[in-house]
């Protein structure tokens, strides 16, 4: 009985929509990787019995960035999202630089994959950038099932916000964060939607400004796929937005 709970609970969580991937979508290696992983955790759910996840966030572990961030001393991980949408750059002309000017993208709830089945957690950011944004409000983050958690956006150029303003979850505040620090991303990172694209964007250490809506004091922006620019301007439109996906830690 429970193992059928497990089972139907890890099928609802990680292995949603399978025939959607085979009718709608290429066979990539990095999806039969993914449904190797989650086949793993089913094998290994058959085998203990099958216990339902714990979601203890005090057994996830952040990967370390090449260039080593900074780390949470002190502070308790609260959430893990993954986060899937555009990063916004503008051209000012064709011999320009293409300069960033925010980012918009939905956030869904990661947190009990980081603690029980981490192998997936660094897999979900490539896999969720072969489809689309969800467009539903109430929409899960293919192919998993993962749900809604909050929302990012940006109040100006330099300023990030994140909105925990999904009225069915446990309302964390709102975060006006400022970048403190980066690293660039491991160099076998995906650099975009199926495999073309300009490189993933940096991880991140992100601190809360005074603004801050909440008791979260630091966000990591890791596992980044997709979203960086075109190095130059040169053939392109003066507004440009990259598709891309990553995991985000918060602390309190
Ligand atoms: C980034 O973090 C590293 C390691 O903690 C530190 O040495 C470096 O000075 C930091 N850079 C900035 C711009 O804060
Ligand atoms: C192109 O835009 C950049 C950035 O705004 C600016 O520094 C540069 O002077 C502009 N060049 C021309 C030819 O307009
Ligand atoms: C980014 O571009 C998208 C269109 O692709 C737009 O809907 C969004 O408002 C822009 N957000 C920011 C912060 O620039
Ligand atoms: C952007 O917003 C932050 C936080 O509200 C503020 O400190 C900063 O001065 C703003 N920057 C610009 C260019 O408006
Ligand atoms: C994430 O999901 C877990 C498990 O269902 C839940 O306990 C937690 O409140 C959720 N967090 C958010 C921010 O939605």
Redesign the pocket.
Known sequence: MRYAVLLASMATTLLAAPTLTRDTMAWTPTLAGYFDVVYSYIQQARATGGSPPACDLSKAAMPIAPTPLPTPDGLKLVHVAIGRG?Q?YTCANSTATPAA????AKFYNASCVASDYPDLLDLIPTVALSYPVPSGADSPLEPSDLGLSSHH??SNTTTPVFSFDVSSGPQLGRVTAQKTNDSVAPSNAPVGVNGQGNGAVPWLYLKSRSTTVGDIKAIYRLSTAGGSPPPSCADQPS?I?VDYSAVYWFWE
């Not at 000017?101 to 918009?104: E, P, R, S, Y």
């Open positions: 555009v916004n000017v925010g980012a918009i956006f940006f507004t937005s």
